[in-house]
């Protein structure tokens, strides 16, 4: 590891402390252990190949995460993805009426 690397390193660190990246695993055992913190989460499950599943479980045991953990951020990432997209294609384009216009009329009839 090379200086740069390592404040990389240490830096990281820090932040994820601070940001309580750390407590993961604490919800992660509440969610195994609490049925009732089990009511506000949903799973997601998909099939996936083999393959696909040795891999993930490999680089996650590396890296020492969890698969919750991994998938929420892996999901969030995705969507956040998939929103610049849909915004850059503009795919309500030619909606009738325009989804501005459908918005504004939705607040309206709810009072905001």
Do not use: W
Not at 43 to 58: D, G, K, M, N, Y
Not at 81 to 90: E, F, L, R, S
Not at 92 to 107: C, G, K, Y
């Amino acid at each position: 590891m090379n200086f740069d690397q390592f404040i990389q390193y240490r830096a990281l660190s820090m932040k994820s402390a601070v940001e309580g990246i750390g407590t993961s695993k604490m919800l992660d055992s509440f969610i195994e252990k609490d049925s009732s913190v089990v009511a506000h989460f949903k799973t997601v499950c998909a099939p996936i190949s083999l393959q696909l599943f040795e891999r993930l479980s490999t680089t996650l045991d590396m890296l020492d995460i969890s698969k919750r953990t991994f998938i929420e951020y892996a999901i969030i990432a995705a969507l956040d993805q998939a929103d610049v997209v849909m915004d850059q294609v503009d795919i309500f384009e030619n909606q009738h009426p325009p989804a501005d216009v459908v918005e504004l009329a939705d607040r309206q009839l709810k009072g905001i």
